[in-house]
């Protein structure tokens, strides 16, 4: 059973949750236009379940390199087939349901069904009514770093010191909505694996980075599930770069270095593989003890 507090309490207990994803898109970069049918997307939130998601991120809005933005009301109608039976489910299983959106019309109504977390990849700079939807529902936020938009984000992107512009950006957005009325201890911080980062950005946020953000205090998510960098750093193996869904292990190397370095939410595509490995490290962990 995941309860949304024992999520914004994990920095302090070590407990770790594992978050499925779930696109109900057209165009996502690794599962776009596997689920946008409602019948296999709610199949696929019970695949996930089954091995073990903790949490179900819903999202209607691609935010691959270039992507164009999705209305809010394009979003809901793609969500309005899937969340219910979703939240359903989920709640049968105890996992908790977010919703991937930078919109607050698009977050109200996945609350109205059963979602308590929003994923919001602008950490609230897109739309000033999520803070305080966020708050008077007593759900939790999700605020991720990227320079920019999906569109142009990966154009040229340069940073002096990527760990501390990215902290202090995330530090800043932190206080900017605790005054907009979202307290920080309803706020989860993502430093935006692949969101206008190059390989060495992505490598250094993945440790550096993730005991940057914990300094703030708040639990850490990371997600690196299937991104370009792990292509880019196995490409040769066979030849070619590996597409999305051969990029399972990558994946899984990159959630351990997070984890050892405090993260405690991973949101992935591959749930079965990264809880089975993030459960024989804390093991490991645990025996050295
Ligand atoms: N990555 C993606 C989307 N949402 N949210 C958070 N908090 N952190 C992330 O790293 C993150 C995110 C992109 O991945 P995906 O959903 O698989 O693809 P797409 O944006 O093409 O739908």
Redesign the pocket.
């Known amino acids: 059973m995941t309860a949304v507090d024992d999520i914004l309490a994990s920095h302090h207990t070590g407990r770790w949750f594992v978050m499925g994803?779930l696109?109900v898109?057209p165009d996502?970069?690794?599962?776009?236009g596997r689920f946008d049918e409602p019948k296999r997307a709610v199949a696929h939130a019970q695949a996930m379940i089954e091995e073990g998601a903790d949490l179900l991120d819903v999202?209607a809005e691609?935010?691959?390199p270039g992507?164009q933005r999705v209305p809010a009301g394009e979003q809901i109608s793609r969500l309005a087939e899937v969340l219910p039976g979703v939240c359903d489910l989920a709640g049968r299983a105890g996992a908790v349901v977010s919703v991937?959106t930078t919109r607050s019309a698009v977050a109200r109504f996945a609350m109205d069904c059963g979602a308590q977390i929003v994923?919001d990849?602008s950490a609230g700079r897109e739309d000033a009514d999520l803070p305080g939807l966020v708050a008077d529902r007593r759900g939790a936020l999700?605020l991720?770093h990227m320079p920019g938009e999906p569109a142009t984000m990966q154009d040229d992107p340069r940073y002096d010191d990527v760990v501390a512009e990215v902290r202090d950006f995330l530090a800043g957005q932190l206080d900017a909505l605790a005054r907009d009325g979202l307290p920080k201890d309803r706020c989860v911080l993502?430093a935006?694996?692949?969101?206008g980062k190059r390989l060495e950005h992505n490598l250094a946020l993945l440790t550096d980075g993730t005991r940057a953000l914990r300094g703030l205090d708040r639990p850490v998510?990371v997600?690196p599930?299937r991104k370009r960098f792990i292509g880019e750093l196995s490409a040769g193996v066979a030849g070619t770069a590996p597409t999305p869904e051969d990029r399972t292990g990558g994946t899984v190397a990159a959630c351990l270095a997070a984890r050892s370095a405090g993260a405690s939410l991973f949101?992935v595509?591959d749930v079965g593989a990264v809880r089975q490995a993030l459960l024989v490290a804390d093991a490991i962990e645990q025996a050295r003890e």
């Open positions: 994803i696109n898109t996502s970069f690794s599962d776009g999202g691609s935010t691959r992507s991937d994923n990849v999700v991720m993502d935006g694996i692949g969101f998510l997600g599930s949101r595509h």
